[in-house]
């Protein structure tokens, strides 16, 4: 099953509004990463959050990460037409076994900016 | 400029008519791996690679090979591809030991099989 389940799968706001988007994952984790994919193209690493932190920023993207929930958050502040992609948050597991240094995605919020 | 390259970037080929991807990146990364993206699914692990030969499965494998004969080189082979397969797919590559540092994407491959 998914490791990292993004909630909601779609987000429909106005430029300069906030918009956060919630991830949701089931087993210990190393790190947490966003990432953002603009319309059939390559994912492009926004931010990595590691188990021991519980907030990070970068520009106007905010990340929690609440391990005792096993939940995570991205929060993109005054958004912009050019924010609308979708965002995929990714679960890093421990170093052995057959999950060595394995990203394991979820499903994805497709995030619509309007002008 | 740090990339990761796949070519082609289209494909439409024809049940059972085996097919290469390639992959190359310029950064010395040692990991390099291989997803398929569907509607619904997310992005799924096909194969990933440590280093040079050195491969293991991830988590959607069947009907795919790969090869890690040069650091910067990991094709993804469909021996006999199928209708199934039809499928966006990426590969990425990061550096570093354990999985701490981000993963840089390759444009992506879209591959059509009728």
């Known amino acids: 099953s998914q490791q990292g389940e993004e909630d909601p799968q779609a987000l429909s706001i106005q430029e300069g509004e906030n918009a956060t988007m919630n991830c949701s994952y089931k087993t210990s984790i190393n790190n947490l990463q966003w990432y953002r994919q603009n319309s059939g193209r390559g994912l492009v690493h926004l931010i990595l959050i590691r188990s021991n932190e519980r907030e990070k920023h970068s520009g106007r993207l905010r990340v929690t990460l609440d391990t005792s929930k096993k939940s995570s958050s991205l929060l993109i502040t005054a958004s912009r037409a050019a924010d609308t992609a979708s965002y995929f948050c990714?679960?890093?597991?421990?170093?052995?076994?057959?999950?060595?240094?394995?990203?394991?995605f979820g499903q994805g919020t497709i995030l619509t900016v309007h002008p | 400029e740090a990339q990761v390259t796949q070519n082609p970037r289209y494909l439409i080929t024809v049940t059972g008519k085996k097919l290469t991807v390639t992959c190359s990146q310029n950064m010395n990364h040692e990991y390099m791996s291989w997803y398929r993206q569907d509607p619904g699914l997310g992005l799924r692990q096909i194969y990933y690679s440590m280093n040079v030969e050195v491969t293991d499965k991830g988590d959607v494998p069947e009907g795919y090979k790969v090869s890690r004969k040069e650091k910067r080189n990991f094709p993804l082979i469909l021996e006999s591809p199928s209708p199934n397969q039809t499928s966006l797919y990426f590969c990425a590559s990061r550096g570093g030991g354990l999985a701490e540092y981000e993963q840089y994407f390759g444009p992506g491959t879209r591959l059509t099989v009728t």
């Open positions: 990714a679960t890093a597991h421990n170093a052995g076994g057959t999950s060595y240094g394995k990203l394991t």
